[in-house]
């Protein structure tokens, strides 16, 4: 996940950083989270219909069955397992599972202690 990930993270603690003073090299690290984030963007599966059902990310990942069967080679890469997500038709329905236009902060912590290991998905 270090690969996926770790953009966000050094993003989160440069503007945390600049919270409290901005210096050159704050702004600097900003700017490298932001570019490493940026270089490991990868587009999930599916398409937004507009028709978000509103569950919470712990209901949604709840609702989704396993994406992968017996011969999933777990040595691989999370960045190739996303790619991997493409051959998973339906997931492609699960972009539409949440609904982010609530409180944002709310979100992305129950979106974080969902991914903790906190939820466990239906097999």
Known sequence: MAELTHGLIRTGHAVRSL??????????????????????YQRLP????GRQTGHSPSEALQSLGRVHGPDFAACR?????????DA?????TAVDLTDTA???????S????????????KH
Do not use: M, N
Not at 110 to 121: H, M, N, Q, V, Y
């Open 19 to 40: 919270a409290a003073s901005e210096t050159p090299q704050r702004l600097h690290e900003l700017a490298a989270g932001f570019g490493y984030w940026a270089a490991r």
């Open 102 to 108: 609530g409180d944002l902060s709310w979100f992305i």
């Open 46 to 49: 599916g398409r937004l219909s």
């Open 110 to 121: 129950e979106l974080t202690e969902t991914f903790a290991g906190k939820i466990t998905p």
């Open 77 to 85: 890469s999370i960045a190739q397992r996303v790619k991997d997500l």
């Open 88 to 92: 998973q038709p339906e997931f492609a």
